[in-house]
């Protein structure tokens, strides 16, 4: 097992960031010298009747002495078409924050404003965004940025006749109400 294969370098590590000798937390934690010895050195394996005194007395968790396998950080959702966007979430479900790779195509059909609770940042990858922010129509270009507070009634689409890419963070309400269908709900 990998995760055990550190178990006694963190151990041995946790002890001396203590400043604290074998023979000192062997005495605390009610064990030899040899045992704890044998523990930080991979000669002995670790049980949960060895490991919990040592712990106490070193003031950590059992799960602080193993390593744990690596996530993998990649994000494997898949992309939605809706309503005339194409949709690619860009971090785990999750998330308290969320983001996507929107592609909001001329096509579309046209939205209605929408308000809710929560705050919005996005930023056009390419194409021309048109942004109704209250009673302001914008449109942003390649390379712009809008930030706001979704409380402000607000909608986006593609401006022209070319999509227009976007990459939009906000949080979970904000995905529910920009990303999701009524019956999806």
Known sequence: MQELQQLGPRLRAARQDRGWTLEGLASRAGMSVSTLSRLESGKRQASLELLLPLTRQLGIRVDDLL???AEDPRVRRTA???DGMTIAPLTREASEVRAFKIVYHPDAPSREPQSHDGHEWLYVLSGKLAL????QELTLERGEAAEFDTSTP???RAAGSRP???ISIFNSVGERLHLLTPTSE
Not at 132 to 135: Q, S, V
């Open 67 to 69: 390593a744990l396998p």
């Open 80 to 82: 939605i078409q809706r």
């Open 154 to 156: 607000h909608r986006m």
């Open 132 to 135: 109704t922010l209250g009673e």
């Open 164 to 166: 227009c890419e976007v």
